[in-house]
């Protein structure tokens, strides 16, 4: 949490110096500190794209469909993973981009964040090298759609030849590359807590602080903490988390269970997150009838929280 409230202080220091700057007063002369309240929680719901992900294989809709979803149910933003765009892995054309910004825009939608697929743990270390040169040109991506962050994972793969804290080692060294590269464009990475080689919040804590970089934050994905309490799992991980993947269910006792959303959003308040939290739907059933639902249950449990 120490990371959490040195950011929280940067953020209310910034406030202060803008003021001033726009008053056209100098920082010693500025209003003294504790005048301007520290900013409270901001919610702002985003759709990860990954909802529509059959039909957009399928190729029965586009990303165009999908920003036209958002903007028909005020989304406030979208968050559409880099293999729904053409010729993924390849990064696509200036043209596909600029049109998507564009429409996103005249749409009102903010682009929230990208994201690609990767795999660290493998032991075979060109590979790894591989998927690091893949994010990279998707930093470059999210710079040309104005996002602020790729989302990333640790990876899938599992070997029995190499200890778990070497494999920590290789997933740290990395991301901290990634990082490097996302800082000189203002970018950040976001890991995905997902159900792969982190099985809990103590390990999402652990490779944190093996990485250590202010250009890393959690994707944090609440139905992916399978082992203990996710509420509890959730709460412990949040101030490393920028952004989100609400789910309709979370894992207790190794059962899918319908998330309490007004137990969720509490959490998150207390914690002044302030941010997009996009919301994915999974498994079976028409995605055009299944995030609306959402939707719903998600606006009501804010309402219900900002009362109290």
């Known amino acids: 949490m120490k990371k959490t409230n ?5 953020i209310k220091g910034s406030i202060g110096l803008s003021a001033a700057g726009i008053l056209g007063i100098t920082p010693s002369l500025a209003a003294p500190s504790g005048l301007i309240a520290e900013p409270k929680h901001l919610f702002k719901l985003s759709l990860n794209v990954y909802s529509f992900n059959a039909l957009l294989r ?37 043209d596909y981009i ?32 591989k998927d690091i040169e893949l994010i990279k040109q998707w930093i470059a991506v999210a710079v040309k759609m104005g996002c602020p ?6 990876g899938r793969s599992k070997t029995t030849d190499h200890s ?23 970018v950040m990475i976001s890991l995905q807590n997902h159900n792969e080689f982190l099985q809990d919040a103590d390990e999402v804590d652990r490779l944190f602080k093996m990485v250590d970089s202010p250009w890393l934050g959690l994707n944090q994905d609440i139905g992916s903490y399978r082992q203990k309490d996710p509420y509890a799992e959730i709460a412990q991980n949040i101030g490393h988390a920028i952004t989100w993947q609400i789910k ?61």
Do not use: M
């Open 98 to 129: 600029y049109r998507f910004k564009q429409r996103a825009f005249l749409l009102g939608l903010d682009i929230s964040g990208t994201g690609v697929r990767n795999d660290f743990a493998q032991a075979d270390a060109a590979k790894r090298a």
């Open 58 to 94: 399928e190729g029965k809709i586009d990303l165009f469909d999908v920003l036209d979803f958002c903007a028909k149910y005020n989304f406030e933003a979208i968050d559409p993973t880099g293999y729904y765009f053409p010729d993924y892995p390849k990064v696509p054309s200036d």
């Open 164 to 186: 778990r804290e070497e494999v920590f080692a290789w997933i740290a060294e990395a991301i901290q590359e990634c990082c490097h590269e996302a800082a000189k464009y203002g």
């Open 248 to 308: 309709e269910n979370v894992w207790i006792n190794g059962e899918q269970t319908p998330t309490d959303f007004v137990r969720l959003f509490r959490i998150i308040k207390q914690a002044n997150y302030r941010g997009y939290l996009p919301l994915e739907t999974l498994g079976k059933g028409d995605p055009f009838e299944k995030v609306p639902r959402l939707l719903e249950q998600v606006k009501a449990a804010i309402v219900e929280v900002e009362k109290s």
């Open 6 to 10: 040195a950011r929280r202080a940067f």
């Open 149 to 154: 962050h790729v989302r990333i994972f640790t």
